[in-house]
C-alpha cells in the first residue's frame, strides 16, 4: 500500500540520446510492490520533448496539465490537459511541450517480467 504525494516523490533528468528539459517521476512502481504496471509522471519544460523512440510495451497517458504535441508515425497530434494517449508498441513516437508552462502527463506501463 502506498499514498503520496506527487511533489514528495524524487525526480530526476530522462537522460536519453535526444531527450531536452524533461524529468520523471516514478509514482507507484516493483519498489513499492506493484507488480504488473508502474505509473511515472513526466514533467516538460516548455520547448521540452521526449525523444523520437520505440520500444516493445504499450502505454497510457493521461495528460494532466500542459499544452503539447504528439509526434506519432511522421504526424502532429496538438493535445492538453485532460487528453488521453494510447501509444501501441513499436511504433515510433515523442511529446513535445508546445506551451508556455509545464507540461505534466502520467504514464502507465506494464512491469517486465521477473
Known amino acids: ?14 537522460e536519453m540520446d535526444g531527450a531536452k528539459d524533461v524529468e520523471i517521476r516514478w509514482l507507484i512502481s516493483k ?7 508502474a ?12 525523444p523520437l523512440h520505440t520500444h516493445a510495451q504499450e502505454h497510457e497517458v493521461f495528460v494532466v496539465e500542459g499544452d503539447g504535441t504528439f509526434v506519432f508515425e511522421d504526424q502532429e497530434h496538438p493535445f492538453g490537459a485532460e487528453h488521453v494517449i494510447f501509444v501501441p508498441p513499436n511504433k515510433e513516437h515523442r511529446f513535445k511541450n508546445t506551451g508556455d508552462s509545464v507540461l505534466r502527463m502520467l504514464c502507465i506501463i506494464p512491469t517486465p517480467a521477473g
Not at 500500500?1 to 530522462?14: F, G, H, L
Not at 505509473?39 to 521526449?50: A, I, K, S, V, Y
Request: no cysteine.
Open 1 to 14: 500500500m502506498k499514498i503520496e504525494k506527487t511533489s514528495n516523490v524524487s525526480k530526476s533528468p530522462v
Open 31 to 37: 519498489a513499492d510492490g506493484a507488480e504488473n504496471f
Open 39 to 50: 505509473m511515472r509522471m513526466f514533467e516538460l519544460q516548455p520547448g521540452g520533448h521526449t
